[in-house]
């Protein structure tokens, strides 16, 4: 069912205070507008890159800034467009993936999150378990922040229990003897990992 209201331009202006919000109409139909410009530079960077398997740092540059922080990058990992490009060639060294299938996004400010199932084939080794040739659906929440229509920074949280459970693995807690201070897990790829076009170039 769809509800048209008339409203004069002072009415019009006078809408959002009538219902308790703060803001004037226009600002709030820019808001939406800007909310919705920074779910497309989402949306551009998962079929610009993700989908379209293609993490050159020339490509990379066209959806990342060039000050691109990844918060969920681990110890050891390459800093900036560098590091993106390799995890991304770690990533399909382990895996064919397919599309992601976002489940649910929202927007607020300059920060867009996506509640999404990454669909892929275990095809090689990773985390020290051989190719399982399984088709995995793996979930995963990720933040980002939008600048100049580009995302700046990155915030990801993935189900690896999940991930463990789809490669018919156990994934356990051992204590340590020495618990210490908190600490993140070591990257579980190393210089061997081949990066970009060495994949695809040994994949045809």
Request: hydrophobic content about 40%; aromatic content about 10%; proline content about 7%.
């Amino acid at each position: 069912m769809k509800i048209t209201i008339d409203l004069s331009p002072e009415e019009a202006d006078a809408f959002p205070e009538l219902m308790g919000l703060d803001k004037k109409l226009g600002d709030l139909v820019q808001e939406a507008l800007t909310l919705d410009k920074n779910k497309e530079a989402l949306f551009r960077f998962q079929q610009g890159v993700f989908n379209a398997q293609d993490w050159s740092i020339e490509n990379l540059s066209k959806y990342l800034t060039p000050d691109f922080i990844d918060h969920a990058a681990m110890p050891g990992d390459l800093p900036g467009l560098e590091g993106v490009q390799s995890r991304f060639s770690a990533w399909s060294y382990a895996f064919q993936a397919e599309p992601e299938e976002n489940v649910e996004i929202v927007a607020q400010g300059d920060l867009v999150a996506v509640c999404y199932n990454l669909h892929a084939k275990h095809t090689g080794e990773y985390m020290g378990i051989p190719a399982t040739n399984r088709d995995m659906v793996i979930p995963g929440i990720e933040f980002v922040r939008i600048r100049d229509d580009k995302i700046s920074e990155h915030w990801g949280i993935y189900d690896f229990m999940s991930t463990a459970e789809e490669l018919g693995a156990d994934m356990i807690f051992v204590p340590r003897p020495e618990p210490g201070l908190p600490r993140r897990p070591e990257i579980p790829w190393g210089a061997e990992i081949p990066r970009g076009d060495e994949i695809s170039e040994g994949r045809d």
